[in-house]
């Protein structure tokens, strides 16, 4: 199919981003392996955004090889993330923190500005209005384009923009919670992830709907669950596909019903189970760009192709049994 992707423009991004950005928390990005021609062959299908983090190991260090080498960093939107925890738990949302993963990642990354710059975690302790100011800083510096919040609650996030409006200063304009088909029922990760899927945050989705605030929907196909390798009909063997978290967070009989929903629209519509999947998000009325994460390039046209399935009222109910 060969579908072309589609691109947004970001308030203070200077590039417009793909709907789709690749996620890099996978091996062999972390580990540092590099893979310098799965990233050659996502860019060439059009997938021009990057998710990175500070926390993801080495991934800043393989994609920017990847940048020095081919020698393409004005046509890339990095999008990275500071200030997450401590492995023992400290909270780091102050300035020094964020200051000190922004220069090491811009070190790793071979950069010296960073397009879209979000803290990885709130810390509900500390008034939202100080994030506003320090990224107004970094932004003000060239530093950094568009900011905002990974895993914040849109309450908070409107705290810091009516601290932002009541100041004359610029908001956060980009969030990046959990978002797709599946019920994220309980944090994978722990550290306070943030998800507007499931029943129980239909006011969030609501919020986002009526702001168009751009949606980085991290853990879009559910960690692995709807990415095909899981079957309905034998859910006893997920855990031999799926990691801790995924199973922790996702693995649960209302998102396995989904799957099973999932595969049954794939078939009637010559699709996979991802596309369908896929396809769910994008029909949504929320301003979406979806984080995906796949160590095969083709998989990844198959997530591009996805944008050309249609779904009904009806059928979008229906994978999510409403």
Known sequence: MNTKLEYVEIPYVKKKVSRII?????????????KLD?????????????????????AETSVGRWLEARGNRQDVVLLSKC??????????????????????????????YIDIYLLHRDDPEIEAGVAVEIFNAMHAEGKIGAFGGSNWTHERIEQANEYAYKHNLIPFTVSSPHFGLADQVLDPWGGGC???????????RKWYQENQMPVIAYSSLAHGLFSGQVKSSN????GNVLD???????????????????????????ASVPQIAMAWIYQQKLNTFAVVSTSKAE?????????????SEEEIAYLDLR
Do not use: W
């Open 235 to 238: 859910i006893e063997h997920a």
């Open 244 to 270: 801790e978290p995924a199973m922790k967070g996702y693995a649960y009989p209302e998102n396995f019903e989904r799957l099973r929903r999932c595969e049954e629209l794939a078939k009637a519509k010559g």
């Open 22 to 34: 690749y996620g890099t928390a996978i091996p062999p990005f972390m580990t540092g392996e590099g």
């Open 194 to 204: 943030v998800t507007i899927s499931g029943p129980a945050n239909e006011r969030a």
């Open 38 to 58: 799965l990233l050659d062959a996502v860019y060439a299908m059009g997938v021009n955004t990057f998710d990175l983090a500070r926390v993801y190991q080495l």
């Open 299 to 311: 998989r990844m046209q198959e997530n591009i192709d996805a944008l050309q399935i249609e779904l």
């Open 83 to 112: 200030g997450h925890p401590s492995p023992s738990g400290e909270k780091r949302v102050n300035e020094k923190e964020m200051r000190k993963d922004f220069k090491k990642s811009t070190e790793e990354l071979h950069t010296d």
